[in-house]
């Protein structure tokens, strides 16, 4: 390959979560290794890799231009957006006036929630739950209401249109968030679930905030298919929100950008989106997201996708091999894997505090699946270099299953 996916890099010192603050955020994060083992992160959703040349070479350069004064996002900036947004995912007819400015996806959805609910509001939300979203509306007073997902007779998630109608209607929900690629599944929805779901947000008028932060990351032949394509009304009644966080692993320079071609709608979101202030893009991000969306950038992309799906292969492979009672489907989408303990853990009388600790013990920093309401499951982050997450299956195999 032409891009290096195979450095260990030390990311210790460097400002990194899933380094840096094991053991420091009680509930949430992995504890440190015993001594003896070095650390393999696997939790927090951010990329083991170093970033394409483009971005760096992006943020320099505006970097040595030695004044960072008051701006207004460029020309550049839109463009950016809008050719990436017409090569990967099909998208046309998308102009200036429709993109927004979100300093997180969390942070857009929330805009997007208060353009069209009240405190105390109900929203449905599909389970496993990136646990996000679980905090943010919980915080600000919203009631969650789930629609759990459910596994056919292939392992694929899909969703229960029936599940999700009958609380539509019997909790009188008129907002859903839609995950697409879903976290932490790793469902790519197909053109007919989206417009099944669709159809009964129109019937029921429910508004959409559709999280595709992962729309890059789609694997085996998988394509993204935006939210927003599927109908003129899903179009009108969406909010879609997007980054290039996860797909070129820029989280700490915050910024995201949300989709909206409803006049009315992206108004209100605005509207929404200025009350605290401080929603405003960095200089160096937006040139960060310049620099990711290039020519080199589509090309780092399309090396990182067979990459993961090389780990993918692996891990799930070696887990159905030698973790019998572990439940595990393979992902389509994004580079995290969900794994199902109940089978193990009841054949072997453990619990799930049990497997975790083992697993931290070892140096194997994979997070727990209860705040994302998997009961008995296990959230394992893949985007490390192959030669990481083959010594994180031997640590398993040896220290824990």
């Not at 450095?7 to 504890?31: E, K, W, Y």
């Not at 207004?72 to 046309?92: C, K, L, M, T």
């Not at 102009?95 to 929630?113: F, H």
């Not at 009841?346 to 697993?359: C, F, M, P, R, W």
């Amino acid at each position: 390959m032409k891009y290096d996916f195979t450095s260990i890099i030390d990311r210790r010192g460097r400002d990194a979560l899933a380094v840096d603050a094991l053991g420091a955020m009680p509930g949430f994060s992995p504890s440190k290794p015993k001594d003896g083992f070095d650390l393999i992160p696997m939790w927090v959703a951010d990329m083991n890799f170093p970033a394409v040349p483009s971005i760096p070479q992006a943020i320099i350069a505006r970097a040595q231009h030695t004044t960072y004064g008051y701006f207004q996002p460029s020309a550049e900036y839109f463009d950016a957006i809008i050719h990436w947004q017409a090569d990967r995912n099909g998208v046309s007819g998308l102009t200036e006036e429709c993109i927004g400015y979100e300093n997180g996806v969390l942070g857009g959805v929330l805009s997007a929630l208060g353009a069209v609910c009240s405190q105390g509001d109900q929203v449905l939300i599909h389970s496993p739950t990136y646990v996000g979203f679980t905090e943010k509306l919980d915080n600000r007073g919203y009631r969650i209401v789930h629609s759990p997902l459910s596994k056919d007779g292939e392992g694929v998630w899909r969703m229960d249109f029936d599940d999700m109608e009958k609380k539509l209607v019997e909790n009188r929900i008129h907002a859903a968030i839609l995950c697409s690629p879903h976290n932490p599944c790793g469902r790519v929805w197909e053109r007919w679930e989206l417009e099944r779901a669709m159809e009964l947000f129109r019937k029921h008028n429910v508004f959409v905030v559709s999280d595709e932060i992962w729309s890059d990351i789609t694997l085996y032949g998988h394509k993204h298919i935006p939210t927003q394509s599927i109908s003129e009304d899903a179009r009108q009644r969406t909010m879609a929100i997007y980054a290039p966080s996860k797909t070129f692993n820029l989280a700490g320079l915050v910024g995201s950008y949300r989709i909206i071609y409803n006049p009315w709608l992206r108004d209100r979101v605005a509207r929404e989106a200025s009350l605290t202030h401080y929603n405003n893009m960095n200089v160096l991000s937006m040139h960060a997201l310049i620099g990711a969306y290039s020519a080199e950038g589509r090309e780092w992309v399309d090396e990182l996708r067979q990459v993961i799906a090389g780990n993918m292969d692996y891990a799930v492979s070696f887990i159905q091999e030698h973790f019998q009672g572990i439940e595990v489907s393979r992902p389509q989408g994004t580079y995290m894997l969900f794994l199902d303990c109940t089978g193990w853990c009841e054949a072997h009388g453990k619990t799930i505090d049990e497997v975790l600790q083992a697993s931290w013990d070892a140096g194997v920093a994979w997070q727990d699946g209860r705040p994302f309401h998997g009961p008995c499951h296990i959230r394992m982050n893949l985007a490390l270099p192959l030669s990481r997450v083959q010594e994180a299956m031997a640590r398993l195999e040896k220290y824990v299953f």
